[in-house]
């Protein structure tokens, strides 16, 4: 089972997998009500609608896939909560607010306006509850645009959002409204990995290994690593924060199992709020999205956590339900950092005044094809958690291309500091080709679209990559 997830999950075919003739069963209404479902830390692949029901049930996301479009190719801005937060709600890149880490920096909300002041001032009534961790003061709600805030802790609050987002569908309103609840786990995974308390509650012990999922097909190291992505291994695993240097093959699968548990804990959470859209009849005209702000490795090449640019942690579920939509999947390349706001503003008649970088997503929703040739998208990171190994404390910065065929990334330091996937013949990322003369033109390619990219963007790493 596991092993068709992976496959499954990382890409097994670039052929669309959309279902025939995906249109909406009735036209789009003017000011649709819109519902945003955050989980954080959770794997693209990770829902029993992907990977079936053997080791993880998942029945409140399963039904917005079967009533919505999967987007099966949709990547985090950065793999780290503030900065791929931070990106999806102004569809700004990461680099143009200059957040790349978990810090505390504020950005300015007249340069950098969230999804939630334009929809306010295109009259609706906004609300956010739950996992706030985004550089905007929470308080100052005439700024960052969500007027109803409720439980915005950093964790032990999963329990807390759906009475707080029931009272809010609940109140009555002449206008549309937009809603964000925003959950934490599975990210308590984090906590379960250093042996701490779980800060939205337990979720029971792990049977013995041989009753928990398999390790993944990609937990070995890749071949041909490079000395960067070694050293920063090191680097994390010499942390208290990651101490999974000494995990056995059962601890990992120990570690899998639990994480899907934390996974079906918010599902339940997810399937509160979805029953009081349905019964108070606001399904009807409700668009939902659900996303993950990031991954988690799971193991994969002995990584927990998120930062990276793998599969596992990059890589995110996307999927826009609505009423009457006839289901299906998409391989259309998604960066839900800048994709998410102008998708949102389309599908509600927002008008953006503002160019921004992103793509609206709302001709493949509503129509099932799209005109828009994208040949690649871009992910950033700034890996610096880890902890000093040999005098020596790694903090690159990196960027990561995916085309339509192979995933690239570089980082600011290291002796070898690149490195090429074939994701169609390779989706576990376990060969890296960057040193493989047979893929010199592959690997110059990625170089030239990068390049083109960050010119195009102004992104000041364009220095790295013409050393």
Same mark, same amino acid.
């Given at each position: 089972?596991?092993?068709?997830?992976?496959?499954?999950?990382?890409?097994?075919?670039?052929?669309?997998?959309?279902?025939?003739?995906?249109?909406?069963?009735?036209?789009?209404?003017?000011?649709?009500?819109?519902?945003?479902?955050?989980?954080?830390?959770?794997?693209?692949?990770?829902?029993?609608?992907?990977?079936?029901?053997?080791?993880?049930?998942?029945?409140?996301?399963?039904?917005?896939?079967?009533?919505?479009?999967?987007?099966?190719?949709?990547?985090?801005?950065?793999?780290?909560?503030?900065?791929?937060?931070?990106?999806?709600?102004?569809?700004?890149?990461?680099?143009?607010?200059?957040i790349?880490?978990?810090?505390?920096?504020?950005?300015?909300?007249?340069?950098?306006?969230?999804?939630?002041?334009?929809?306010?001032?295109?009259?609706?009534?906004?609300?956010?509850?739950?996992?706030?961790?985004?550089?905007?003061?929470?308080?100052?709600?005439?700024?960052?645009?969500?007027?109803?805030?409720?439980?915005?802790?950093?964790?032990?609050?999963?329990?807390?959002?759906?009475?707080?987002?029931?009272?809010?569908?609940?109140?009555?309103?002449?206008?549309?409204?937009?809603?964000?609840?925003?959950?934490?786990?599975?990210?308590?995974?984090?906590?379960?990995?250093?042996?701490?308390?779980?800060?939205?509650?337990?979720?029971?012990?792990?049977?013995?290994?041989?009753?928990?999922?398999?390790?993944?097909?990609?937990?070995?190291?890749?071949?041909?690593?490079?000395?960067?992505?070694?050293?920063?291994?090191?680097?994390?695993?010499?942390?208290?924060?990651?101490?999974v240097s000494?995990?056995?093959?059962?601890?990992?699968?120990?570690?899998?199992?639990?994480?899907?548990?934390?996974?079906?804990?918010?599902?339940?959470?997810?399937?509160?709020?979805?029953?009081?859209?349905?019964?108070?009849?606001?399904?009807?005209?409700?668009?939902?999205?659900?996303?993950?702000?990031?991954?988690?490795?799971?193991?994969?090449? !002995?990584? /927990?956590?998120?930062?990276?640019?793998? &599969?596992? =942690?990059? $890589?995110?579920?996307?999927?826009?339900?609505? @009423?009457? %939509?006839?289901?299906?999947?998409?391989?259309?390349?998604?960066?839900?950092?800048?994709?998410?706001?102008?998708?949102?503003?389309?599908?509600?008649?927002?008008?953006?005044?503002?160019?921004?970088p992103?793509?609206?997503?709302?001709?493949?929703?509503?129509?099932g094809?799209?005109?828009?040739?994208?040949?690649?998208?871009?992910?950033s990171?700034?890996?610096v958690?880890?902890?000093?190994?040999?005098?020596y404390k790694?903090?690159?910065?990196?960027?990561?291309?995916?085309?339509?065929?192979?995933?690239?990334?570089?980082?600011?330091?290291?002796?070898?500091?690149?490195?090429?996937?074939?994701?169609?013949?390779?989706?576990?990322?376990?060969?890296?080709?960057?040193?493989?003369?047979?893929?010199?033109?592959? !690997?110059e /390619?990625?170089?030239?679209?990068?390049? &083109?990219? =960050?010119? $195009?963007?102004?992104?000041?790493?364009?220095? @790295?990559? %013409?050393?």
């Open positions: 089972m596991i092993q068709l997830s992976i496959k499954g999950a990382l890409g097994c075919s670039l052929l669309t997998m959309f279902a025939p003739a995906g249109t909406m069963a009735q036209k789009l209404p003017d000011k649709p009500n819109i519902l945003i479902i955050i989980t954080d830390q959770q794997s693209s692949e990770s829902l029993s609608y992907n990977i079936g029901n053997k080791h993880l049930n998942t029945p409140n996301m399963d039904y917005l896939a079967k009533h919505g479009i999967s987007f099966t190719n949709a990547y985090c801005a950065n793999p780290l909560s503030v900065p791929s937060r931070s990106s999806m709600f102004t569809g700004r890149y990461p680099h143009e607010l200059g790349q880490t978990n810090d505390e920096k504020k950005i300015d909300p007249k340069e950098f306006p969230t999804f939630g002041k334009i929809f306010e001032k295109a009259g609706y009534e906004t609300g956010y509850v739950g996992k706030w961790h985004l550089p905007f003061d929470i308080k100052d709600t005439e700024s960052q645009g969500f007027h109803y805030t409720k439980n915005n802790k950093s964790n032990g609050v999963d329990s807390l959002i759906p009475g707080s987002a029931i009272k809010f569908l609940k109140t009555r309103r002449d206008k549309p409204f937009l809603l964000v609840a925003s959950f934490v786990n599975p990210h308590n995974i984090c906590e379960w990995a250093r042996g701490q308390n779980l800060p939205d509650g337990n979720v029971g012990k792990p049977p013995s290994a041989d009753q928990c999922p398999p390790l993944r097909l990609n937990h070995a190291v890749s071949r041909n690593e490079t000395d960067i992505m070694q050293t920063l291994r090191e680097s994390y695993q010499a942390s208290s924060l990651f101490p000494g995990f056995s093959d059962k601890k990992w699968r120990q570690y899998i199992w639990t994480y899907y548990r934390m996974i079906e804990k918010v599902d339940g959470e997810i399937g509160k709020i979805l029953s009081a859209l349905r019964e108070s009849g606001l399904d009807k005209n409700t668009i939902i999205v659900f996303l993950s702000d990031h991954g988690d490795c799971q193991g994969a090449h !002995l990584w /927990n956590q998120k930062t990276v640019f793998f &599969e596992e =942690a990059s $890589k995110v579920p996307f999927i826009i339900s609505f @009423y009457g %939509l006839k289901a299906g999947k998409s391989e259309y390349l998604v960066q839900t950092g800048i994709d998410l706001m102008p998708t949102l503003c389309d599908l509600a008649g927002i008008i953006l005044k503002r160019q921004l992103g793509i609206s997503l709302k001709q493949i929703i509503t129509t094809s799209s005109n828009l040739n994208r040949e690649y998208i871009v992910v990171d700034k890996p958690q880890g902890d000093t190994v040999n005098g790694p903090q690159p910065e990196g960027r990561m291309l995916r085309n339509k065929k192979f995933k690239y990334w570089i980082y600011s330091e290291g002796k070898q500091r690149e490195t090429l996937y074939d994701l169609v013949n390779d989706p576990g990322e376990m060969v890296n080709l960057s040193m493989d003369p047979k893929f010199k033109s592959e !690997l /390619n990625c170089r030239k679209e990068l390049t &083109e990219w =960050a010119e $195009k963007y102004t992104d000041p790493f364009i220095r @790295y990559m %013409l050393k």
